[in-house]
């Protein structure tokens, strides 16, 4: 069965400094990896997803990822983090050959406060 | 476009009455749907899912049940609430493409359910 690491409940980062929230995961054979935020009482919003190829994912509001395989990680950056940033983040993984149904499995999430 | 849509917004009920959330997209057809239920406002648990018309899956056992009456439909609902049915409601879609699909979940906005 697969699953996903979030190793920090927060992350504190000063506006202007770099971001980084990390992932990592488990899965048998190749993984499907996505970014979601949330922001309070709101659903998820899709940020960013790797399926193939280039290793390093650009999405949404600036945000990247990049995927390494040998590490089963796939950390979420941002150049300048932006106080509006704060949010909570959720990685999550799907195998690539899984069975119907396209089921992820979710992190159990990363609180951003970005601070002026 | 695709939209989502959830209702109600927030809900208080006692405990022992009956539950019926309302998820519906817009925009496309026979999409996968999802039930998911956050507590505490971190973890997301995957409740139920769909691959089309009255076909469910229920991924734990509990006190819910889920239905999909039309294509783009999906109903979650509960005979008698307990306490622990409180929580943040998520509903969601992902593009199918046969059995296998790689396509990220669009999340709607939620319900707060409170049972009292």
């Not at chain 1, 709101?42 to 193939?52: D, H, N, S």
């Not at chain 1, 390093?56 to 950390?75: D, M, P």
């Not at chain 2, 999906?74 to 396509?103: E, P, Q, T």
């Amino acid at each position: 069965a697969q699953s996903v690491a979030q190793p920090e409940d927060q992350v504190n980062v000063a506006e202007g400094n770099p971001l980084t929230v990390k992932c990592t995961y488990s899965v048998s054979g190749n993984p499907y990896l996505f970014w979601y935020v949330q922001y309070p009482n709101r659903g998820l919003q899709f940020l960013l997803k790797y399926i193939t190829g280039d290793n390093l994912v650009k999405g949404s509001y600036g945000f990247e990822a990049e995927f390494n395989k040998s590490q089963t990680s796939f950390h979420l950056k941002k150049p300048s983090a932006l106080v509006s940033d704060s949010a909570l983040y959720f990685c999550a993984v799907r195998p690539s050959l899984a069975g119907g149904g396209n089921k992820l499995t979710f992190g159990t999430g990363t609180q951003l406060k970005v601070e002026l | 476009s695709q939209t989502i849509h959830q209702w109600p917004a927030t809900l208080v009920q006692p405990v022992g009455s009956p539950l019926s959330l309302e998820c519906t997209v817009e925009g496309t057809s026979n999409p996968n749907l999802y039930w998911y239920r956050q507590a505490a406002g971190r973890g997301l648990q995957l409740l139920f899912y769909s691959v089309g018309i009255g076909q469910i899956s229920s991924e734990v056992p509990q006190n819910l049940s889920a239905s999909r009456p039309q294509d783009r439909q999906f109903i979650l609902s509960s005979k008698k609430l307990l306490l622990s049915d409180s929580g943040f409601y998520l509903c969601a879609w992902s593009r199918s493409s046969g059995i296998i699909s790689y396509n990220e979940q669009f999340f709607g906005p939620g319900t707060r359910l409170t049972v009292l």
